[in-house]
């Protein structure tokens, strides 16, 4: 049973432009959500995350969204770079047992010039 | 800097054999995970512990043990090796006096098992 779906295994898009990653969510305990980006060869490295209280987190280049009723976060890239280019996981944590992670299968970004 | 190192990146092992993944984590955190990675799966939890000497049960245990006798050490054990294990394997560790629920991965273990 995924709790964490990322149902786009891939995306691409041009390079300056936008790109979402969508994360879809089953469990309503869920209160706080990361994007962890990871390069072949390499661990994943965290990116961004948003806490259930919030609907919106900015960093930079990316901004992550959280859509409760719709048990919905997105993550934008703007500009997106060649460098955007990996995978990447959206996690999820429950509220009452806040040191696991429940990730999705992964989106892999392909930014071409 | 934080730091999560593992033994090996590349590892390739025949079926049956007795396979050792070790991390290593420098940030003191108590708790240390083990993770496989494979195509259209995400990542999935093997096992983690919270504690020296504490582990528990993820979502994909069977085929895997684990030790943990120092806080900064955690081993993934495969006791006989199966070609269906062939696969990438993440170690992390994490705070729980962390500000955010971040966890810190090492650089991942590719094992093939033939």
């Known amino acids: 049973d995924q709790q964490v779906k990322q149902n786009s295994p891939s995306l691409s898009v041009q390079e300056g432009r936008i790109s979402i990653l969508n994360c879809d969510y089953t469990?309503?305990?869920?209160?706080?959500f990361l994007w962890y980006k990871k390069y072949p060869a390499e661990g994943p490295t965290f990116l961004i995350s948003?806490?259930?209280?919030?609907d919106k987190n900015e960093d930079g280049r990316f901004t992550v969204f959280l859509n409760k009723s719709a048990k919905h976060l997105s993550l934008h890239i703007v500009p997106s770079q060649p460098g955007d280019s990996a995978v990447y996981f959206c996690a999820a944590s429950l509220s009452y047992n806040t040191d696991k992670l429940i990730f999705g299968t992964g989106t892999r970004l392909q930014v071409f010039p | 800097d934080v730091k999560v190192t593992q033994s090996s990146r590349y590892l390739v092992k025949r079926t049956g054999e007795k396979v050792f993944l070790e991390c290593v984590q420098d940030m003191d955190h108590e708790n240390m995970f083990w993770y496989r990675q494979d195509p259209g799966l995400g990542l999935r939890l093997i096992y983690f512990?919270?504690?020296?000497?504490?582990?528990e049960k993820g979502d994909i245990p069977e085929g895997y043990s684990v030790s943990r006798e120092k806080k900064e050490r955690f081993s993934l054990i495969l006791e006989s090796a199966s070609t269906n294990q062939t696969s990438m394997y993440l170690c992390?560790?994490?705070?729980?006096?962390?500000?955010?629920?971040?966890?810190?991965f090492g650089p991942g273990t590719r094992l093939t098992v033939t």
């Open positions: 469990n309503s305990m869920f209160d706080y």
């Open positions: 948003i806490s259930s209280i919030k």
């Open positions: 992390a560790s994490s705070s729980v006096t962390r500000v955010s629920y971040e966890q810190y």
């Open positions: 512990s919270y504690d020296v000497k504490m582990k």
